[in-house]
């Protein structure tokens, strides 16, 4: 490939990529168990870290901009499911749908949005968190409007978006400050939870009220009817090789 023209490369790269599943990339880091030992969600589980101190983070909305706008019904739901997760069986799908029912969400592209946000983003911050569990380990949740996947970026670095008030950047940037130069972020913020074993996981959520903050330390396990549960599911999928 390096005595290819440049330009033909990148004509080659955007049709490939054009041909991929909506919200997804076509050329994705492969298991090769050799450079990359093992599949990130199996030494995680099994605790196999190098790290010394995580701060984990999630936004509310992950999802909407991976899953297309064309999921009107249940059926367009199981398509959709099929196509984002090609390796799952009819018996998967079904679990997926139980675990996510309708009576939970707004609508049928809600309930895909949220079943995106939390198989492809959302667990696997938790089991960050866990794999850490024995170490400093903290976790908090941006919540601020619009709270798409990347927005956070934009409130910690700058320029912050006219939602996300001063009030709320300034202690993330505090946070964030602290965590680096002392390993902890609860230095000016001590309402910050450690993350703990078993079912009484603790996380912050960074939201605004106007221009005001409006923080609160929530369980991540109850959060948004049993998310916790919901992340062991994706687990028990992961670590078959299901996804």
Known sequence: MRSKNASILQFANAAVNAESFYGYQAFLPVTDHKFIASLPSVALARKRIN?????ATNNADEGSIFVPTTIKNEDDLKQWLSGAFPTFSTADVKAVLTIYPSSA????????????S?????CSSY????????????HYQFSVANALHGDDLQAVFGP???VQPPAVTKVMRRIWGDFIMSGSPVKRL????????????????LNATGTSKNFSVVSAQEWEGGRGKRCAFWKSVNLRGSV
Not at 127 to 138: M, T
């Open 51 to 55: 790290g010394a101190k995580v701060l």
């Open 105 to 116: 969400t707004s609508s049928p592209q809600q309930r895909a949005v949220t079943i995106m």
């Open 118 to 122: 939390e198989a492809t983003f959302v």
């Open 127 to 138: 089991w960050l968190n866990d794999a850490f569990i024995q170490k400093p380990s903290f």
């Open 160 to 162: 912050a978006t006219s």
């Open 190 to 205: 001590s309402l910050f939870p450690d993350w703990i074993e078993g079912t009484s996981k603790q996380m912050l959520n």
